[in-house]
């Protein structure tokens, strides 16, 4: 199975600023990639998949890049309700794996 | 608007079964694949097992295959999770989840707690 690390485990950003996440495969998922966001007590929300489109509704502070092994969730200018736990997936093979998550909260 | 609903979940004893439903709203459920994932307390998330949008395709994470079944009823709009032999570990919230590749429409979850 391909094995999803996301660093780091926690980010202390503070309201304004930008957040980097990471998301490395264990082999090339091409760009078959998705984050989610997931606030407490809420199932989680689609955000990106291809490793870029945006999902319907998603702000554009929110932008994906990468392919390959490697991938990057970019939140420009985090706002309140940003602060949440983020997901990678990827569904070039199955079974389908997330990563660890990478929770980002206020500093 | 487009949701999905997730019933069934309970405190049930090791070695018990408990069957979890799906009830989707607001768009065609005929033509759209569907997922169970599930996150363990404090944890992540952690895919269990897929349907194609005709029934007739099944995938499971190694985990649940053999003792859990994932089956559909496009006439009623509803995905089932049949858990057999349930153990501590499948102790979670199951969310029902919309998608073939990236999962775009999740429910809210329901709990099960496997505790004697």
């Known amino acids: 199975e391909i094995v999803m690390t996301q660093s780091p485990g926690t980010l202390s950003v503070s309201p304004g600023e930008s957040a980097t996440l990471s998301c490395r495969a264990s082999?090339?998922?091409?760009?078959?990639l998705a984050w989610y966001q997931q606030t407490p007590g809420q199932g989680p929300t689609l955000l990106i998949y291809?490793?870029?489109t945006r999902a319907t509704g998603i702000p554009p502070r929110f932008s994906g890049s990468g392919s390959g092994t490697e991938f990057t969730l970019t939140i420009s200018s985090l706002q309140s309700e940003d602060f949440a736990v983020y997901y990678c997936?990827?569904?070039?093979?199955?079974?389908?794996?997330f990563g660890q998550g990478t929770k980002v909260e206020i500093k | 608007q487009e949701q999905l609903v997730e019933s069934g979940g309970a405190v049930v004893q090791p070695g018990r079964a408990l069957r979890l439903s799906c009830a989707a709203s607001?768009?065609?459920?005929?033509?759209?694949?569907m997922h169970w994932v599930r996150q363990p307390p404090g944890k992540g998330l952690e895919w269990v097992a897929f349907?194609?949008?005709?029934?007739?395709?099944?995938y499971y994470a190694d985990y649940v295959k053999g003792r859990f079944t994932i089956s559909r009823d496009n006439s009623k709009n509803t995905v089932s999770l049949q858990m057999n032999s349930l153990g501590a570990e499948d102790t979670a919230v199951y969310y029902c989840?919309?998608?073939?590749?990236?999962?775009?429409?999740w429910g809210n979850g329901t709990t099960v707690i496997v505790s004697s």
């Open positions: 989840v919309r998608g073939f590749r990236y999962m775009d429409l």
């Open positions: 082999q090339s998922v091409i760009r078959d």
């Open positions: 607001g768009y065609t459920f005929s033509s759209q694949a």
């Open positions: 997936q990827q569904y070039n093979k199955w079974p389908r794996t």
């Open positions: 349907i194609s949008y005709h029934g007739s395709a099944q």
């Open positions: 291809d490793a870029s």
